[in-house]
């Protein structure tokens, strides 16, 4: 048993969207797919500082899925698809019985973090990018980041964190008090997306 997440190092992180990249190249994300974006807290365009000029600031926010310890996602699928694994914790999608009911979509506080497709997914190029043993995108499933849970099952990282030149992600087992990340909550202060809805997410954010 373990509890997965993700600790961000907001200090670190220059909004490059390398995370972003590796991710769509890794898991064959279609097109319009996007399961990890880089957001700035002055509004809703890209690298948009905060504050008024010559006072301004820029922070980089990187969202995805949070995989809650509490999910609001996993109560309302009527089928199952979306699921918490119990041997890591981590908020997962069976392409496979998604009804495309959009259930979890409505459910989830986190605006974004979940795709859905309403075509066959369409691809750049003709052929499959990225892992072999990614599952396959299907029309009228509910997609988002699964911290490249076939990755895990090989005891590698998720790939978000492979190309991050700032090292400002870092990855590892909350359960277990001495890995990185449970150190780096206890060291530093945080903040984590919407605490006030009680989902406990599992992705800190250092301030």
């Known amino acids: ?3 997965y997440g993700m600790v961000i190092d907001t200090k670190r992180c ?4 390398a995370c972003s990249v590796n991710c769509k190249i890794t898991n064959n994300l279609p097109e319009t797919n996007w399961w990890t974006r880089v957001l700035t807290e002055g509004g809703d365009e890209i ?10 600031s820029m922070r980089y926010i990187t969202v995805g899925c949070q ?3 509490n999910p609001t996602c996993t109560k ?5 698809a979306t699921y918490k694994d119990p041997e890591t914790g981590v908020v ?9 009911c959009r259930m979890c979509m409505a459910a989830c506080p986190y605006t974004g973090v979940r795709s859905f497709n309403w075509e066959e997914p369409k691809y750049p190029v003709d052929h499959a990018v990225g892992d072999a043993d990614v599952p396959k995108h299907q029309k009228h499933v509910v997609e988002k980041c699964t911290f490249c849970y076939q990755r895990l099952a090989r005891e590698e990282v998720p790939a978000c964190m492979e190309l991050c030149p700032a090292r400002a992600r870092h990855f590892g087992d909350f359960d277990d008090p001495d890995s990185e990340v449970s150190k780096l909550v206890k060291e530093r202060s945080y903040e984590q997306l919407l605490a006030s809805e009680g989902t406990k997410p599992s992705v800190y954010y250092l301030v």
Request: glycine share 12%; hydrophobic share 30%; charged share 25%.
């Open 1 to 3: 048993m373990a509890r």
């Open 14 to 17: 220059v909004g490059c969207n």
């Open 47 to 56: 690298d948009t500082p905060a504050g008024v000029f010559p006072d301004v």
């Open 67 to 69: 995989h809650c310890e």
């Open 76 to 80: 309302v699928c009527p089928v199952g």
């Open 92 to 100: 997962r999608q069976d392409y496979d019985k998604c009804i495309g």
